[in-house]
Nanobody, 124 residues
Framework: QVQLVESGGGLVQAGGSLRLSCAAS????????VGWFRQAPGKEREFVAG????????YYSDSVRGRFTCSRDNAKNTVYLQMNSLKPEDTAVYYC?????????????????WGQGTQVTVSS
């Protein structure tokens, strides 16, 4: 069983930056793939970024590639999402999710464990 807790959300002006953290319980978290998703009001949850456990390879959606960076510190059981050049359309609740997988799924149904979410609001 893995428990995830996100933090780092808040209100920021367009062009600003935030760093989200996803802290996990469990001694084997380093082997889990972690995905970041977001959901804006009235919209479906969408994949934003992800990082594999072994090797730490990453993948990003087209909407955030070049602006967001996903990383992990396995010693701290924490995954980060550095968000730069934020835009109003990035406003959403951001969730981290984890699963045992050799791949990096982009579908939310592929993840068994979810955090509670953290609100990110970007003002224009």
């Amino acid at each position: 069983q893995v428990q995830l807790v996100e933090s780092g959300g808040g209100l920021v002006q367009a062009g600003g930056s935030l760093r989200l953290s996803c802290a996990a319980s469990g001694r084997t978290f380093s082997s889990y793939v972690v995905g970041w998703f977001r959901q804006a009001p009235g919209k479906e949850r969408e994949f934003v970024a992800g990082i594999r456990g072994s090797g730490g390879s990453t993948y990003y959606s087209d909407s955030v590639r070049g602006r967001f960076t996903c990383s992990r510190d396995n010693a701290k059981n924490t995954v980060y999402l550095q968000m730069n050049s934020l835009k109003p359309e990035d406003t959403a609740v951001y969730y981290c999710a984890a699963d045992r997988s050799l791949f990096l799924p982009i579908m939310s149904v592929s993840y068994a464990y979810w955090g509670q979410g953290t609100q990110v609001t970007v003002s224009s």
